[in-house]
């Protein structure tokens, strides 16, 4: 009989990765969308009739309910969140209610509906924040620097709550940054890739960033949403850091993407703090003994295999938009 999941967020980087993982596992994958908005299918454009949609939002506790009900998952991954961390300084009331209080409601759903289910929450690097050690592993205090990396922590933690108030198996992946092409274009990561990519064909002159000494732990998604099912799969359910153990500066990341395509970063690159965050958070770096050795997980792209990926298939976009634009002047 096959497994069942229902995932929140499908259409964003990771729920689409995890589609993707979930399907070649033969389960029944159930997407949540919202009933008053046009999603955007672009990354689950190929795989989007395989999809099961249900409608409901993570703020109305009784389309959760609903959802849960419909689909009878067998696993719940909720990953939709309000996840950009800059927007979530002039929406913080907003990013409260998605990313924090939508955990409730969607865990809420799950005890009325199938208790049994297994859980798992996407908890993030931003909860860290000001570090007080390096490496951050699971049992690293956290001091979120932005009102998502505050919202990010009372999801991880109301998480613990319902797995030790009600025996339910929940788990909290506290993921490091992770990105793909499928990236949205407000992180850093898109930025400089589909950045250097318009400089390259000519279709911009210059790239505004803000701090380059900022230092990340940079994976790719589609070997992190692996981990996610590893968790769901384990005997006793546990929070887990999911990282590449390696750090990284901004700079290294401009240095590789523009050397990918023959170009110097220093010559395009123009510093502005517009880019700046209030609160800076300096350096992020995991350590993620604890999943490789009770998971079993392994990293298969290494980060400057992801950031050369990432920039040949924004030139095959960008150069889309060319031949697009050619084509209508034509006409």
Same mark, same amino acid.
């Given at each position: 009989?096959?497994?069942?999941?229902?995932?929140?967020?499908?259409?964003?980087?990771?729920?689409?990765?995890?589609?993707?993982?979930?399907?070649?596992?033969?389960?029944? *994958?159930?997407?949540?969308?919202?009933?008053?908005?046009?999603?955007?299918?672009?990354?689950?454009?190929?795989?989007?009739?395989?999809?099961?949609?249900?409608?409901?939002? =993570?703020?109305?506790?009784?389309?959760?309910?609903?959802?849960?009900?419909?689909?009878?998952?067998?696993?719940?991954?909720?990953?939709?969140?309000?996840?950009?961390?800059?927007?979530?300084?002039?929406?913080?009331?907003?990013?409260?209610?998605?990313?924090?209080?939508?955990?409730?409601?969607?865990?809420?759903?799950?005890?009325?509906?199938?208790?049994?289910?297994?859980?798992?929450?996407?908890?993030?690097?931003? +909860?860290?924040?000001? @570090?007080?050690?390096?490496?951050?592993?699971?049992?690293?205090?956290?001091?979120?620097?932005?009102?998502?990396? @505050?919202?990010?922590?009372?999801?991880?933690?109301?998480? *613990?709550?319902?797995?030790?108030?009600?025996? +339910?198996?929940?788990?909290?992946?506290?993921?490091?940054?992770?990105?793909?092409?499928?990236?949205?274009?407000?992180? *850093?990561?898109?930025?400089?890739?589909?950045?250097?990519?318009?400089?390259?064909?000519?279709?911009?002159?210059?790239?505004?960033?803000?701090?380059?000494?900022?230092?990340?732990?940079?994976?790719?998604?589609?070997?992190?949403?692996?981990?996610?099912? =590893?968790?769901?799969?384990?005997?006793?359910?546990?929070?887990?850091?999911?990282?590449?153990?390696?750090?990284?500066?901004?700079?290294?990341?401009?240095?590789?993407?523009?050397?990918?395509?023959?170009?110097?970063?220093?010559?395009?690159?123009?510093?502005?703090?517009?880019?700046?965050?209030?609160?800076? *958070?300096? =350096?992020? =770096?995991?350590?993620?003994?604890?999943?490789?050795?009770?998971?079993?997980?392994?990293?298969?792209?290494?980060?400057?295999?992801?950031?050369?990926?990432?920039?040949?298939?924004?030139?095959?976009?960008?150069?889309?938009?060319?031949?697009?634009?050619? +084509?209508?002047?034509?006409?």
């Amino acid at each position: 009989m096959k497994k069942r999941a229902l995932i929140t967020g499908v259409t964003g980087q990771d729920g689409s990765y995890l589609a993707e993982f979930l399907l070649e596992k033969n389960y029944e *994958v159930y997407g949540l969308r919202r009933r008053t908005s046009t999603p955007n299918y672009e990354n689950v454009e190929h795989i989007k009739d395989r999809i099961k949609w249900i409608s409901g939002d =993570l703020t109305d506790l009784a389309s959760l309910i609903e959802a849960v009900r419909t689909s009878n998952p067998d696993e719940v991954y909720n990953l939709a969140a309000q996840s950009f961390v800059a927007a979530s300084w002039p929406q913080p009331l907003l990013t409260g209610h998605i990313t924090a209080l939508s955990v409730t409601n969607m865990l809420e759903a799950v005890r009325i509906v199938k208790p049994t289910v297994r859980f798992y929450q996407a908890s993030s690097s931003e +909860m860290f924040g000001k @570090v007080v050690e390096t490496p951050q592993k699971e049992t690293t205090p956290f001091y979120p620097r932005s009102p998502y990396g @505050v919202a990010k922590v009372y999801g991880h933690w109301i998480t *613990v709550n319902y797995r030790e108030s009600f025996n +339910m198996f929940a788990c909290s992946g506290i993921l490091f940054n992770h990105e793909s092409p499928r990236r949205g274009l407000e992180f *850093v990561t898109r930025k400089v890739t589909d950045g250097v990519a318009r400089i390259k064909l000519g279709l911009q002159n210059e790239l505004r960033m803000g701090n380059l000494d900022s230092l990340r732990d940079w994976g790719f998604a589609g070997d992190y949403v692996k981990a996610m099912w =590893l968790m769901l799969q384990q005997d006793e359910a546990d929070d887990y850091v999911i990282s590449t153990g390696e750090m990284h500066s901004v700079r290294e990341l401009l240095e590789v993407a523009f050397n990918h395509v023959g170009l110097n970063y220093e010559d395009y690159v123009v510093i502005d703090p517009e880019f700046t965050r209030p609160a800076e *958070v300096d =350096l992020l =770096l995991g350590d993620c003994s604890k999943a490789k050795e009770k998971l079993g997980w392994k990293l298969d792209v290494g980060f400057k295999q992801l950031i050369e990926m990432m920039v040949d298939e924004d030139m095959k976009k960008v150069n889309k938009i060319i031949q697009l634009s050619n +084509m209508e002047v034509r006409v």
